[in-house]
């Protein structure tokens, strides 16, 4: 039996080694297709116009043809067209003729010669139509052939007259877009100018040719051609027209005509009173708000937000429903009972000018209901469509900013968006509002709906709110007050907005002080009698009152009075904790580590300190090299000292230590007495010096990628810095080669030639910026033609001697640079608390930071490290990504973790990182052959440590 299960044993647990052959590499061999002949056209040899159809079809497929080829199916389609009878086969043919001109280095004025001249012959209109936009289309690719345009233009006045409504419509467009206001045409033997021209077509029997006449209005109006205030009337009539392209043309001309005679006067009708055009305009804009179309009333609401210049009892008017006389000043009863007795009639005698005959009235001109402007963004922040919404809020925030007495009647409006049910415009509602913050003074009732506002469960609306609380005025002490509690209720439901909030309170306390100060004994619960417990100090809420008040004692020296004793010691750990929220009140008798900060600044300017650290490197070139050693230590030193004085300065002086840090290495590695001691006898010097080559490379790759405005020169600089680094790791990969058998002399060779390859690919990069090398990199550049990657001996023989012989020179920054950095918000950290869960399931870990200085979000990932020294890299989604400037993004996404189950809670690090390949480096020096692939990552900020615990499954 025993003998019977050591048997099995020894067949369960023994292992079998199985050798498979490795395949070898297969090669790829990359060719460039040869490009196929176009499809074979043969149209006059067509059975009948199907097959000449089909044979169309088949040349549009192939679509676009290679260069070569392009000349000689123009000229095949060309002899066809002058052959061809039927209309529907010309007009295909003269659409592809136009799409073949797009062809580059293609033969476009024949194209057009030939089609000028059987334009001139055709009888077809829809051949006619489609001749004049294929012409069109090639002569607006060809920009300076002004002659060109000019007979185009001829050709389309003597087709104007054309009965068809598409020939007109391709006719209006080539005058407007191609044609001049100073082009006089004749007519009946009158001249005429293209504008009367366009103004007799506006009245035009069919809806697209008028819409074509005021869009060629508008072109010549883009082309810096003014306008004729003539055309006004026409303009306010075709905004009644039935069809909606006629009133959308005549909208924006009307808002054109508005800006160019904005001080002209005009006659209102049926009175002796007249109204500033652009008054008259806003009014008549403001009518089609009412539009059946949206398109017309977002646009009509959207137009109105420029014209800055209309009067002030205009723009009341668009907040009152009640209606006006027209936009007519209304005459006074003495005025009504002077009409009467100037008339001179008499009746009964009972009462004067009773039968008088009364004004003759056109029935159409009578209206039931003429609003003008009355009310229009009312209506328009009313309307049902979100697009219109949309366009009234952006175009009364914009004539708000102008007109702070607008803007004080428009707050009611703008604060009741806020609760709209889309959540696009709240947004739109609350921006808006921060624009106009400034002018305005916020109510209990308003500032209670825009308080609500924080219970949105959008984190952007919620955020929005608090940069708008940062600058709003508030009306009293009960307004604060409210405020505050609100923000404690956002505080206690969304933790996450803690940062926000914090600097929300920071911004009360700075512009409310004195409201602040009678608020002190609410805010803190203290009585004048009885003694009251201790707050927590890490308490959220307690850290924002504390934050608002600390801020307010700041120009409320009596505040400091009504504080409780604890709150000194409070305040100088708020002080040391958020420098940046709790500011230097002077009044309290505490020195915390910020507020020494703070005397050493003003001992001592930091610019004038970093000044005086960078000019004591100029000496470094001619000191020894002990010398030199010690000034750059002493200088990266001074560096880190920088940074914690002055944070504008902190991007600079990062800069300047990483690249001292870099030359200091190298120096150091150069100054080895090692190098003239054969590579045998010194093997641990080989592994020195490779440990320091690649520490100087990843350091070059931070200064390439983590700052932001760098000058080509000091990015050459470091390309430079770089190439010495993988000098100085080819150096020591040629002299270790006897000893280690790790190169082979084809690997060598490899190693050579890739570095000779870098070498040429740098040179063209200072050829093609025309930057000016350093000494050891020019006299590389001079030499590197004479040497062969099949000769690594004499390569190492050059390059040891011109590595020593010329020192790392020292870099001054062109331009202000910028570094790249994460704040993040959540996940918070530092908890005792694990956040558990199932192993083997996963974990939703909510990410919220801010980025700063970084170009390309494409890069950013997340990276986590497990306990077990196990990295993972996230990368999140482009629509998590939230765009505040140029260079500043927010991002809110979420990383999914999951493990194995574990014996006790651990921490995992959540940092955000700079991900980045160096194949993929904005310079021209790639890595190391056989490193092509490696993915990099620069952390931005300080990891933050989560506390987790994968527990095991529930049975």
Known sequence: MAAHLKK????????SVIKEE????????????????????????????????????????????????????????????????IAYIKARIISILGILTRTPDCNKTLVIDELTQMLRRETSHKVCAELLGTIYNICRAIPNSIDLHQKLVVLAYKHLSNSDHSVRQHCLSIIGTLGSKETHVKNNEKQESPLQVLTAYAKDQDPRVRSSAFEAMLSFHQ??????????????????????????????????????????????????????????AFAKICQLVNDSSVLV???????????????????????????????????????????????????????????????????????????????????????EFLEVRHAALDSLCELASQSPAFASLSLDYLVDMLNDEIESVRLNAVYSLHKISKDIVLREDQLETVLNGLEDSSSDIRQGLHQLLYTVSFATKMCLHLTLQFLLKN??????????????????????????LTLVPELLGTHAYFAIPEPDMDDPGYICVMILIFNSAVTQPTMTTLLPEYTKRHYAYLRDSLPHLVPLVRHFQVVSSAQTHTLVRANCSPQEFLQQALEKLEQVGRLDMDSGIKLMETTIRDLRRVVKLEENLVASADFYSLYLQCQLLLTKAMKDKQWSVPAPLC????????????????????????????????????????????????????????????????????????????????????????????????????????????KPGILAKFLQPLLFHHRVPCLILDNKVKQACAEIFEPVGGSDNPLRFTAG??????????????????????????????????????????????????????????????????????????????????????????????????????????????RATKK
Request: aromatic content about 6%; some cysteine; charged content about 20%.
């Open 683 to 790: 093997p641990q010097h080989n592994l020195t010096i490779s440990a320091i080559t690649k520490k100087v490379i990843e350091l070059s790759y931070q200064l390439e990628h983590l700052f932001v405005g760098c000058s080509a020169q000091d990015l050459a600089s470091v390309y430079q810095l770089r190439l010495r680094a993988i000098t100085l790791q080819l150096l020591v990969q040629l002299r270790g080669r006897s000893v280690s058998g790790l190169f082979s002399k084809s690997n060598i060779n490899q190693q050579c030639e890739n570095y000779l390859l870098k070498l040429s690919t740098l040179q063209r990069y200072f050829a093609a910026n025309n930057l000016q090398p350093h000494s050891f990199t020019q006299a590389l550049f001079s030499e590197m033609h004479k040497f062969e990657a099949s």
């Open 491 to 516: 505080l206690n439901k969304y933790p996450q907005d803690r940062i926000s909030i914090w600097k929300c309170s920071k911004a009360l306390g700075e512009n409310h002080s004195n409201l602040a």
């Open 841 to 950: 399931l996963a974990l939703a870990l909510n990410v919220d930071c801010i980025l700063d200085n970084v170009e390309y979000v494409q890069s950013i990932q997340i990276q986590v490290k497990f306990p077990d020294t196990q990295t993972q890299l996230f990368t999140p989604r482009i629509s998590d990504f939230r765009h505040l400037n140029a260079l500043r993004h927010h991002l809110v996404t979420q990383v999914y973790l999951s493990h194995s189950l574990w014996s006790d809670p651990c921490q995992v690090e959540i940092c955000i990182v700079l991900g980045y390949t160096m194949d993929g480096s904005k310079g021209p020096l790639a890595p190391q052959f056989g490193n092509s692939d490696k993915q990099c990552a620069l952390q931005l900020c300080k990891p933050v440590k989560v506390y987790i615990m994968p």
């Open 22 to 85: 490795v395949s070898k590499p297969k090669t790829l061999r990359l060719t460039v297709p040869v490009s196929s002949a176009p499809p074979l056209l043969d149209l006059n040899l067509a059975s009948g116009p199907q097959e000449i159809l089909t044979q169309l079809k088949t040349l549009t497929d192939s679509l676009p043809l290679s260069p070569q080829h392009v000349d000689s199916v123009i000229h095949t389609l060309i002899e066809h067209l002058r052959k061809e009878e």
């Open 8 to 15: 099995r044993a020894y067949v369960e647990f023994s292992v």
């Open 297 to 383: 009333r977002t646009t009509a609401v959207g137009l109105l937000g420029s014209l800055h210049r209309v009067s002030p009892h205009f723009l009341e008017q668009t907040l009152d429903k009640k209606l006006m006389s027209g936009l007519r000043r209304k005459r006074t009863a003495h005025e009504r009972q002077k009409e009467q007795f100037v008339s001179g009639e008499w009746s009964s005698g009972k009462k004067w000018g009773d039968d008088a005959p009364k004004e003759e009235l056109d029935p159409e001109a009578v209206t039931l209901m003429d609003t003008g402007a009355c009310g229009a963004f009312v209506h328009g922040l009313e309307d």
């Open 223 to 280: 082309k810096g051609q003014v306008l004729e205030q003539s055309i006004y009337k026409q303009v306010y009539t075709a905004l009644h027209d039935d069809s909606e392209s006629v009133r959308l043309a005549a909208l924006r001309l009307m808002w054109v005509i508005g800006h160019v005679y904005p001080e002209s006067l005009i006659p209102v009708v049926d009175s002796d009173e007249k109204l500033r055009l652009v008054d008259d």
